[in-house]
């Protein structure tokens, strides 16, 4: 079981500036009175008791807690300390200055293919070192790809918000129906067993928006979106794909597979001739295709614009369309657990409250 510190944090660390927020509370720089190093805070309120709707269960907080002891790779946001009051747990981790990687790809002119690999490469790194020890991250999207710093000219990918991830044991079953919509695998969506090969769908989606600047599964709202998803319903369009490489093509259809044994593991993705080319003529075309820029910059900008706003819940919608729950304890309870179902990011008290409420109604 993860060891809490009972110190208060505030003693041993001079806390800065908000960096961000997420479901359950606030991210900030703190600065380390002893040393004057800069990290990052977690907060985490707790659920003050088993009837609040309010705050994490600790259960889920010590399990985000093992994940992160677990996972030391430089792809990786790593923890340093855990800190723990009646109300909250503060999670110290590594300070991650660089932004998003799709903000600091959408201020640049233009970028080729294989500049594009640089990071994906990256990203597949720290998921096949995670998936090697069999944790699942549950939520890859864009917000939660960082980067080291964004003044280096190749920053360090840094995966973080391990608040969804599992440990999967061998012989048990795991589902669960959070996540965001855009980026979630059938299995999710369906209710049945989920495995590492959920996360290299979403791995898959980010890939496809990220040459083409679409999404795509996206529908006009939600449920058309997760139709979209189960039905496998997506293409190549030629007015989006127009400078893409057909291997960067052929490596995006072998994540979108229903079927998740069948599709790429992190492994095999490493080796694909996309990311590493077997060929003079392989490596030149990835030089030469660029991603559609244009179309990017948009998606971003619109992307951005939905972070600033407070999303219906992606298991909200599961639930209302009652596409999938086998039976409704176990749903009322993934409900319940349901951390990362909005694409914001700035969600405030009360529109937990709604949300919470929502999800258990
Ligand atoms: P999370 O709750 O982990 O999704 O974090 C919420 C937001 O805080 C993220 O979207 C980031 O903008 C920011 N953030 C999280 N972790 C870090 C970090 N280690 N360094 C800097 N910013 C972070």
């Given at each position: 079981m993860a060891v809490f510190k009972l110190d208060n944090v505030e003693d041993l660390y001079e806390i800065g500036e908000i960096?961000?927020?997420?479901?359950?509370?606030?991210?900030?720089?703190?600065?380390?009175?002893?040393?004057?190093?800069?990290?990052a805070a977690k907060f985490l309120k707790l659920r003050r008791?088993?009837?609040?709707?309010?705050?994490?269960?600790?259960?889920?907080?010590?399990?985000?807690?093992?994940?992160?002891?677990?996972?030391q790779h430089g792809n990786i946001m790593a923890l340093r300390d855990v800190f723990e009051n009646r109300a909250?747990?503060?999670?110290?981790?590594?300070?991650?200055?660089?932004g998003e990687l799709f903000d600091f790809i959408a201020a640049k002119e233009s970028l080729t293919e294989s500049e594009?690999?640089?990071?994906i490469e990256q990203i597949l790194q720290g998921v096949g070192y995670m998936h090697?020890?069999?944790i699942a991250h549950f939520d890859l999207k864009p917000e939660n790809i960082m980067l080291s710093d964004k003044d280096s000219l190749l920053p360090d990918i840094k995966i973080i918000d391990f608040g969804l991830a599992q440990c999967l044991t061998q012989g048990e079953e795991y589902r669960s129906m959070c996540g965001t919509p855009q980026y979630i695998a059938p299995e999710?969506?369906?209710?049945?067993?989920?495995?590492v090969a959920t996360d290299m769908w979403s791995i898959g989606v980010i890939t496809y928006i990220l040459l083409s600047g679409m999404s795509p599964f996206q529908g006009d709202t939600n449920e058309e979106t997760l139709r979209n998803i189960v039905e496998m319903n997506y293409e190549f369009d030629d007015r989006h794909f127009k400078q893409t490489t057909a291997m960067a093509k052929d490596f995006i259809q072998?994540?979108?597979?229903?079927?998740?044994?069948?599709r790429m593991t992190a492994e095999e993705c490493l080796l694909h001739p996309w990311i590493k080319p077997l060929t003079k003529k392989q490596a030149a075309n990835r030089k030469r295709s660029s991603i559609n820029m244009r179309n990017f910059k948009k998606f971003n900008a619109?992307?951005?614009?939905?972070?600033?706003?407070?999303?219906?819940?992606?298991?909200?919608?599961?639930?209302?369309?009652?596409?999938?729950?086998?039976?409704?304890?176990?749903?009322?309870?993934?409900?319940?657990?349901?951390?990362?179902?909005?694409?914001?990011?700035?969600?405030?008290?009360?529109?937990?409250?709604?949300?919470?409420?929502?999800?258990?109604?």
């Open positions: 960096l961000g927020s997420g479901h359950f509370g606030q991210v900030r720089e703190v600065r380390e009175r002893a040393t004057g190093t800069r990290w008791n088993a009837s609040s709707r309010l705050g994490l269960e600790r259960k889920n907080v010590e399990r985000e807690v093992e994940i992160l002891q677990a996972l909250e747990v503060v999670l110290i981790v590594e300070l991650i200055s660089g594009a690999i640089e990071f090697s020890k069999n999710v969506i369906n209710y049945t067993p989920l495995s072998k994540l979108l597979v229903k079927e998740q044994s069948e619109r992307r951005k614009w939905k972070m600033s706003y407070n999303m219906v819940s992606a298991c909200t919608h599961l639930s209302r369309m009652q596409l999938l729950c086998k039976t409704r304890d176990t749903e009322n309870q993934e409900l319940r657990q349901c951390e990362s179902d909005q694409e914001d990011t700035e969600t405030n008290r009360a529109s937990l409250m709604r949300r919470r409420l929502s999800s258990s109604s």
